[in-house]
Nanobody
Framework: QVQLVESGGGLVQPGGSLRLSCAVS????????MGWYRQVPGKERDLVAV???????NYADSVKGRFTISRDNAKNTVYLQMNSLKPEDTAVYYC??????????????WGQGTLVTVSS
């Protein structure tokens, strides 16, 4: 079974930094687009950043210039480096990946979520 395992969330002060990681586990053939989304209570889950298999990236306007998404294909891992954090960045962050499994079926999977709290 293929799963995404997230880590790196926590409490950080405004202006601080945090790095989230999301590793793909299980038997896979390849990983396509990967991304990070966030959600606060009562609101929809919004895209934060995406990175394609060719390492093209796209960011939400609210995080552009502050967050950086990257991937390490050797480790089957996507990262989100978050700098200059603001209280409005507080949310549960979810990673997402398009995965080709060993049966060559294409799946889109979600991580379990990791809480990021930006507060003084």
């Amino acid at each position: 079974q293929v799963q995404l395992v997230e880590s790196g969330g926590g409490l950080v002060q405004p202006g601080g930094s945090l790095r989230l990681s999301c590793a793909v586990s299980g038997s896979i053939v390849s990983i396509g687009r990967m991304g990070w989304y966030r959600q606060v209570p009562g609101k929809e889950r919004d895209l934060v950043a995406v990175i394609t298999s060719s390492t093209h990236t796209n960011y939400a306007d609210s995080v552009k210039g502050r967050f950086t998404i990257s991937r390490d294909n050797a480790k089957n891992t996507v990262y989100l480096q978050m700098n200059s954090l603001k209280p409005e960045d507080t949310a549960v962050y979810y990673c997402n990946a398009a995965v080709v499994a060993t049966n060559y079926k294409y799946f889109e999977l979600w991580g379990q979520g990791t809480l990021v709290t930006v507060s003084s």
